[in-house]
């Protein structure tokens, strides 16, 4: 997989992007994440990629043609499965779709900033807008770097164990059960019993309890 992040801060994605399993998922040549400088594409002589909108309103927005001359120059060394804008307005990144887009081979993932891009750039340049959350952020790679962390770790090889992964909050709609470690007892609190007991399906019994118990509890809408 190969994934182009599209950023006025590049800077801000450094360290995300380059510690714990995004870091060892690129070691290990499962993925190949790109940071591109909007601004290495502007052809104003101060690197500018926005303006005053049209009509007078508040802020800035991102011009239309640094950003088509990236995506024009990406799409042509290869074909891309999304060209993703990051957006308050947009759909709800969740894990559904984050196991969907970790099966794609290369995505594009434009940040947003300022006060919004010319809309004529999500008319004719991007195939999905995600929002990470419902609120406002000042910019969209904090956003970017979310939505990569939950895909790659989804790719085959990128955890020590790829059961972990199956087993999240979220991939069946319900929140995980509790999990437990060592020491058994501490402070007089012990782990339940039936962790203890080798009994497995007992064992699974009691952890789909506990997340039928806890997403009616926490998050009932997900059992909507």
């Not at 164990?161 to 069946?172: R, T, V």
Request: glycine share 6%.
């Amino acid at each position: 997989m190969r994934i182009d992040i599209i950023t006025v801060l590049p800077e801000l994605l450094q360290s995300p992007l380059n510690y714990s399993i995004l870091k060892r998922a690129q070691d290990k040549n499962l993925v190949e994440i790109v940071v591109h400088n909007l601004r290495d594409y502007s052809l104003d002589k101060h690197r500018k990629v926005d303006d005053y909108p049209f009509g007078g309103e508040a802020g800035m927005v991102m011009k239309i043609e640094p950003v088509d001359r990236v995506i024009t120059q990406l799409k042509s060394e290869r074909e891309y499965d999304e060209v993703i804008f990051t957006t308050p307005d947009g759909e709800q990144f969740d894990q559904p779709m984050a196991n969907q887009l970790s099966m794609a081979g290369n995505l594009i993932i434009l940040c947003g900033h300022y006060k919004g891009i010319d809309y004529r750039i999500r008319e004719h340049f991007i195939t999905k807008e995600v929002t990470i959350g419902d609120y406002v952020l000042t910019g969209g790679e904090l956003a970017a770097a979310i939505m990569c962390d939950a895909i790659v770790r989804l790719i085959p090889g990128a955890i020590g164990d790829e059961q972990s992964a199956l087993s999240d909050s979220f991939q069946d709609n319900l929140l995980a059960p509790p999990v437990y470690t060592r020491p058994a007892e501490y402070k007089g609190w012990r782990v339940p019993d039936v962790l203890l007991s080798g009994h497995q399906r007992k064992i699974d019994e009691w952890k789909h309890e506990q997340s039928l118990e806890r997403t009616r509890r926490l998050r009932p809408d997900l059992l909507k």
